[in-house]
Every structure is written in C-alpha cells, then in structure tokens.
Nanobody, 120 residues
C-alpha cells in the first residue's frame, strides 16, 4: 500500500489558480498510475486527471487543469487554472491500476482529501 497526503487546497475567486500537491510514501511510486478525483456535495466522485503511461482528463477540466508528477520527489501535482464555482469540491489523490480514465474502483489507495472552494 502507498500512503498519500494532499495539500494546497483553499478558497480562490473565479478565474484564479491553485496548485494541489500529493506526497506519496513508498519506494515504488513510479510504478503506479496517479490520479486526482473530486467530489462535490450530493454528487458522485469524478475523475479530474490521471497520469502514467497515459494522461487522462475529465471533460469539465480539459484545457484548464494540468496533472504532472515528479517521481524523484514521490509527488503528483494538479495545476488548476481559470477556476470556476463548479470546480468547488473535495479533491482526492489516488494511486490507481491504470491512468486511462480510471474509475474510482480501479484505485487502491486514497488521500484524505483537500477542500477547494471557488467563489463567484
């Protein structure tokens, strides 16, 4: 298992930017696909982005968000630009079995989540 800790969430105005980070424990970080999911109140958890062999993005964030990873630092990032109120959610980092549009049940380790709130 890999332990994941997210950071970087907060309150931002619409049109602003945030960068989330996810630090992973373990010596095999580079072997895992890594993903960001989000969940808003009353909604299902949805894929935001994933990276490894493939790079995948959820349709609502394409062109605005960028996922990247630094295997030397065991860290995955999510750069979020042009934020909208609809981006308000708890954002979760996950280690997954695939980076090709993974569903939540394809992921085996989760962080505790970090709140992102975008005001209008």
């Amino acid at each position: 298992q890999v332990q994941l800790v997210e950071s970087g969430g907060g309150l931002v105005q619409a049109g602003g930017s945030l960068r989330l980070s996810c630090a992973a424990s373990g010596r095999t970080f580079s072997a895992y696909a890594m993903a960001w999911f989000r969940q808003a109140p009353g909604k299902e958890r949805e894929l935001v982005a994933a990276i490894n062999t493939f790079t995948s993005y959820g349709d609502p964030v394409k062109g605005r968000f960028t996922i990247s990873r630094d295997n030397a630092k065991n860290t995955v990032y999510l750069q979020m630009n042009s934020l909208k109120p609809d981006d308000t959610a708890v954002y979760y980092c996950a280690a997954c079995r695939t980076s090709l549009n993974p569903a939540p049940d394809r992921c085996f380790s989760w962080g505790q989540g970090t709140q992102v709130t975008v005001s209008s």
